[in-house]
């Protein structure tokens, strides 16, 4: 260990954080896609993930703090100037590269890649700079909605900074909406967001980093409260005709605005369904399989609280009936805006199943089924 006082605190923080972030940076891009990967393979397997990434930053923090306690020590007590000196500007090169992508969020987009979504009051996009600050202004916007969350270290943070600061220097009002999607319910924002949609006169700009989810899930909100701005959100949603997978299988459309998915993730949710303006989400899992029931609970949850319809229609490996896929088929043709149904995995003998009764007016026996 190493002599307790203000400077060799201040090293150690200085050690700690940087190597807590690096390493976090990595596993985020490893071990915890694979976990994530394996939670999401079946339904028994399918609340692992919490637990899982929760150990993974107990251990992160663990394994941080004992790597930065034995460099700080090794700082402390060498006499060797290319150690003393090389592990700072080595972790200071590292955590400045690093932190300069996050921190600027014009470097992971495309030129040209972002097309502005714009109705009567409201326009949804990325970050903005300085300059497109200064642009908003001119083209007679009153405010700036940012969706970004200072819990989000430590670039968000620095972000809203310099957005408030750059903000007051343009003279635009800076309105401060955080919001954790598939962490939190955000259910104070988007509050304060359907308030101003209905009682706000000015013209608003709304970001979140990268202006995806986010903003797509206040876009929902918007839309819920002032209809209007429906036709502009069309021209921006993202679609799941653009999909061949997703994280659990293959997207199937049997029909225009009929969709065959796997049960989404927490990701999907927001990009594809709640963000594209899905109304109606078909549920054909058996709740008496594995951990089915729980998973099923959980998807009604999050959808209805972004005001989307789900109903429950399970098909049951036990005691198939075939009628029960032309039930469903049938909810799916007096929908009149596109729907989703879903399984956990995609395809299964249940969308197989719907497959051949669709295309052949029949009763199905899909060949899965037979395994």
């Known amino acids: 260990m190493f002599k307790l006082n203000f400077k060799n605190f201040f090293i150690f923080c200085c050690v700690w954080g940087s190597i807590g972030f690096l390493m976090g940076t990595e596993i985020l891009m490893g071990p915890s896609r694979w976990i994530i990967d394996i939670a999401r393979s079946s339904p028994e397997k399918a609340f692992i993930e919490g637990p899982a990434i929760r150990t993974i930053i107990l251990l992160l923090i663990s394994v941080s703090l004992t790597v930065s306690l034995f460099i700080t020590r090794t ?20 955590l400045s590269s690093t ?12 030129a040209g890649a972002e097309i502005p979504q714009v ?43 310099r957005e408030k600061a750059d ?35 000015g013209k608003y700009y709304i970001h979140c980093y990268l202006g995806k989810d986010r903003v797509s899930v206040a876009t929902r909100t918007i839309i819920d409260a002032d209809p209007a701005f429906a036709g502009a959100f069309g021209k921006r949603a993202r679609k799941l005709i653009k999909r061949y997978t997703l994280e659990r299988g293959r ?11 796997p049960y989404p993730t927490h990701e999907e949710y927001f990009s594809y369904i709640i963000g594209a303006n899905i109304n109606r989400v078909i549920c054909i899992m058996d709740p008496s399989e594995a951990s089915s029931n729980k998973i099923i609970t959980n998807s009604a949850a999050i959808l209805s609280s972004y005001n989307v319809e789900q109903i429950n229609m399970p098909i049951r490996r036990e005691n198939y009936d075939p009628s029960d896929i032309r039930k469903v088929i049938a909810k799916v043709m007096e929908t009149n805006t596109p729907v989703v149904v879903f399984d956990f995995k995609c395809p299964s003998f249940r969308t197989e199943a719907f497959i051949q009764s669709f295309n052949d007016d029949r009763p199905a026996l899909p060949p899965s089924f037979l395994k």
């Not at 700079?129 to 940012?146: C, F, R």
């Not at 999607?181 to 988007?190: E, G, M, Q, R």
């Not at 997207?251 to 998915?261: D, G, K, Q, R, S």
């Open 99 to 110: 932190l300069f992508m996050w921190a600027n969020p014009k470097k992971f987009r495309k």
């Open 75 to 94: 700082l402390l007590k060498t006499n060797k100037k290319h150690i003393r000196f090389g592990i700072p500007c080595l972790l200071a090169l590292f």
């Open 251 to 261: 997207v199937l459309v049997p029909a225009e605005n009929v969709y065959l998915i």
């Open 167 to 201: 903000a007051e220097k343009v003279g635009i009002e800076f309105i401060h909406m955080p919001m954790l999607p598939w962490i939190s319910d955000n259910k104070n924002s988007l509050q304060r967001l359907r308030e101003l949609t209905l009682t706000g006169e």
């Open 119 to 161: 109705s009567e009051r409201f326009t949804v996009g990325s970050y903005p700079e300085l300059e497109k600050l200064e642009e908003l202004k001119k083209d007679g916007y009153t405010g700036v909605i940012s969706l970004l969350h200072p819990a989000v270290v430590p670039f968000e943070t620095t972000l809203i900074r």
